[in-house]
């Protein structure tokens, strides 16, 4: 029966099709970043890989979806012994993020990313369906969630990419909040986050002049900043709103404010100087102009240069010049937006919100719910990279290594981006075979 469904609809072509746009995207911006690696020049070797995606993508398109239910936690499993086996590999480099197969550099967090969305899936399905489907996730069930996120998160910070690592925090919530967790309630936890990052803030100097010079990264530091107590009184008043209904769900959420206000500080002294740097760079990039604040401002001065259409293919000063650094990665945005200006920006950012609006609609459309939950998962996914990577490129948010799905250089992710819109046009496929 299921074959006979199989040759009734195709995948989702439309997905497709858009996958396929923002690769030949990708392929313009390499060709004008311009570099060769292993032999062959970076536009070449990413045709390549958009070609070898778009195959992974048509044979994951035909996988049974109970079938990869059922090896769900074999797989994420698999993906942490990647990890784990990434940090001692012989041939790392002082960033081990990659295992090095002569010509191939395979970046294992990518692996992790999608077989998290499969293990959480599985779990939170793995009692009572209908449940779930009813009432939403148990308090047990939402923490193991966040707890199975935690592996994954580890390995990768140690390596150390935190922007990798901090994937992970909105994949978790997307899942939860698309099983049946409130969205209120996923976002009075971001708050906790929110108000701990006040720490960071130095206190002001009519503070330092009433309570004298204190260690500013430190727990008692931080109790001493104004800032610190006005996210106290922000968090008692919605205490204080909602008490009826939820007054157990806050006092948990302002204990947990609390440790985080007093235990942030003392991670940021953990932090490695390049990522502090690239932590205050965000905040005024003009400090250190040639220094750690260089890239955001090339990457602003490639974006505004190239007005409404752009300067044309290859003709960009900034990324033909090489003022723009890691152009064919990180600022691969700021490439095309320098070339093709903004119509040309604007044309991608709507290909990037059709292709996870499309994700997303066919992740309401699914015949079951782990396939729910999976496209969905993985429309957080390349939504949440495609939203930082632009962010990131205007100086909306701190320089990190995320890249920019199917357009930035690289074959691990491209073959995930790919892979990820794969399964959601299997999905559709099943869901109009059903249909018929």
Known sequence: MAGSLDKQAPPDRWLLITAGALSLCGVLVNASA??????????????????????AALLVSRLDSERLRRAAPYLYAGALLLLVLTLVWPDAAATRRWITLGPINIQTSEPAKATFILAAAWFLLRRDEEKLKRHGPTPIQALTVVLLALPSLGLIAVQPDLATAFVFVPLALGLLYWAGVPGWKLAALLLIPAWALTALIPAPEWIVELVGPGPAASPLGALLQPWWWLGAVVMLALWLTLRKRTGVFFAWLALAGAAAGVLLPPAWNLLKEYQKRRVLMFLDPTADPKGAGYNIIQSRIAIGSGGWFGKGFQRGSQGQLAFLPERHTDFAFSVWAEEWGYVGSAVMILLYVFLVARMVRTASR???????????????????????????????????????????????????????????????????????
């Open 34 to 55: 311009g570099g060769s690696a292993a032999g062959l020049p970076r536009w070449l070797w990413q045709a390549i890989w958009a070609a070898l995606g778009l195959a």
């Open 366 to 436: 699914a015949p079951d719910t782990f396939s729910s939950l999976v496209a969905y998962g993985l429309a957080v996914m390349l939504a949440f990279h495609a939203f930082f990577n632009i962010g990131m490129c205007l100086g909306v948010f701190p320089v990190a290594g995320l890249p920019l799905p199917f357009v930035s250089y690289g074959g691990s992710f491209m073959l995930t981006a790919w892979a990820a819109v794969g399964f959601c046009a299997g999905i559709e496929r099943r869901t109009r075979s059903l249909s018929l």
